[in-house]
């Protein structure tokens, strides 16, 4: 049984920054490639970055490009999504998400997700 | 950028009916468009993949179609664990992004 569990989440100041992880179980984590989607309280979904299975190609949605680094560890079975410069507008529930090959828009499996709450 | 429009924002249908849910590209996505089920507390599940491919165990009432830049999801004949709301989803080649449409909330009449 796949499972992603995210890690990280909390509430932070404008203009700070905080690293999500995810850890990754019950598939071939090198196999596939790793997304990022993030969901406001009410709103729709958003997704926010991917990364391919040997990390030689990334994506960020334009919200986020220059603030948000994704990363990932094959060795440990782990995603990271580092956010600097973070905006009250970050605010949302974090999801991990298993996707397919690099070009598949294919996103079979989620995490419950982490909150990250910009405030003052 | 790639942006997708849902139609209607809200569907009121009753059990049995059919449903049609729209999604339309601003630019050809050729087939790379997928649909999600969302329901309250809930995290999404996968649907259809590639415009019209049913993900693993996805009922046969579901189907995709569509390719360029419409899409549409059919729900045959609706059941009362059907009623959520519903995302497509598209990639783009550069940059690379896979961006979701508003959603499409499908309520019991």
């Known amino acids: 049984e796949v499972q992603l569990v995210e890690s990280g989440g909390g509430l932070v100041q404008p203009g700070r920054s905080l690293r999500l992880s995810c850890a990754a179980s019950g598939f071939t984590f090198d196999d596939y490639a790793m997304h990022w989607v993030r969901q406001a309280p009410g709103k729709g979904l958003e997704w926010v970055s991917g990364i391919n299975w040997n990390s030689g190609r990334t994506g960020y949605a334009d919200s986020v490009t220059g603030r948000f680094t994704i990363s990932r560890d094959n060795a440990n079975n782990s995603l990271y999504l580092q956010m600097n410069s973070l905006r009250v507008g970050d605010t949302a529930l974090y999801h991990c998400?298993?996707?397919?090959?690099?070009?598949?828009?294919?996103?079979?499996?989620w995490g419950r997700g982490t909150q990250v709450t910009v405030s003052s | 950028e790639i942006v997708l429009t849902q139609s209607p924002a809200t569907l009121s249908l009753s059990p049995g009916e059919r449903a049609t849910l729209s999604c339309r590209a601003s630019?050809?996505?050729?087939?790379?468009l997928a649909w999600y089920q969302q329901k309250p507390g809930q995290v999404p599940r996968l649907l259809i993949y590639?415009?019209?491919n049913r993900a693993t165990g996805i009922p046969a009432r579901f189907r995709g179609s569509g390719s360029g830049t419409d899409f549409t999801l059919t729900i045959s004949s609706l059941e009362p664990e059907d009623f959520a709301v519903y995302y497509c989803q598209q990639r783009s080649d550069w940059p690379p992004q896979y961006t979701f449409g508003q959603g499409t909330k499908l309520e019991i009449k």
């Open positions: 590639d415009a019209s």
């Open positions: 630019q050809s996505v050729s087939i790379y």
């Open positions: 998400v298993k996707g397919g090959f690099w070009d598949q828009v294919y996103f079979d499996s």
